[in-house]
């Protein structure tokens, strides 16, 4: 014997409906299809994300890269100008930069974490500004400047 959810009557297992309050009572196989229905959206989404193209790195550009350094609050800062190009034939977004601060011989520096994400779209053909600032790491004096490349970007649908 199982109880009725709405009037916590006592009912039979097999019941579709309670005698006393006539509710639909919920059975297992109703439960089992909630559980179905929502793995396969999650199944969807993951199949989605997965299968965003992504744009080979070498159709798109950084140009005119510029660093400047500037002090916020007394502590160094940096800020990285620059434009992005895409020759490609479709559009990018998500883009996913590695820029590094390089000192006068081209020695590493200091960097914006592993990856930076630049999260505009790039249209197709087209050239993009772009400003990127972080705190500055390094205590590194003299000329120093930026390198970088792109690392992966995904098409526009």
Same mark, same amino acid.
């Given at each position: 014997?199982?109880? $009725?959810?709405? $009037?916590?009557?006592?009912?039979?297992?097999? /019941?579709?409906?309670? /005698?006393? $309050?006539?509710?639909?009572?919920?059975?297992?196989?109703?439960? +089992?299809?909630?559980?179905?229905?929502? +793995?396969?959206?999650?199944?969807?989404?993951?199949?989605?994300?997965?299968?965003? /193209?992504?744009?080979?790195?070498?159709? &798109?550009?950084? %140009? %005119?890269? @510029? =660093?400047?350094?500037?002090?916020?609050?007394?502590?160094?800062?940096?800020?990285?100008?620059?434009? +992005?190009?895409?020759?490609?034939?479709?559009?990018?977004?998500?883009? !996913? &930069?590695? =820029?590094?601060?390089?000192?006068?011989?081209?020695?590493?520096?200091?960097?914006?974490?592993?990856?930076?994400?630049?999260?505009?779209?790039?249209?197709?053909?087209? @050239?993009?500004?772009?400003?990127? %600032?972080?705190?500055?790491?390094? !205590? %590194?004096?003299?000329?120093?400047?930026? !390198?970088?490349?792109? =690392?992966?970007?995904?098409?526009?649908?």
């Amino acid at each position: 014997m199982t109880t $009725c959810p709405h $009037c916590r009557e006592p009912v039979h297992e097999k /019941a579709g409906t309670c /005698a006393r $309050c006539f509710g639909n009572l919920p059975r297992a196989i109703d439960r +089992l299809q909630w559980v179905l229905v929502a +793995l396969f959206v999650i199944g969807l989404y993951f199949n989605l994300s997965m299968t965003n /193209a992504e744009t080979p790195p070498d159709s &798109l550009h950084l %140009e %005119e890269l @510029r =660093l400047v350094e500037t002090t916020r609050q007394g502590h160094p800062h940096f800020i990285v100008l620059g434009y +992005l190009r895409n020759d490609d034939d479709v559009g990018v977004h998500d883009v !996913q &930069l590695d =820029l590094r601060i390089v000192d006068a011989e081209g020695r590493f520096v200091d960097s914006f974490g592993c990856t930076t994400r630049l999260f505009a779209a790039v249209p197709r053909g087209t @050239r993009v500004s772009f400003r990127i %600032e972080g705190p500055a790491v390094t !205590q %590194e004096t003299g000329p120093l400047s930026v !390198q970088g490349h792109v =690392l992966r970007a995904r098409e526009m649908s």
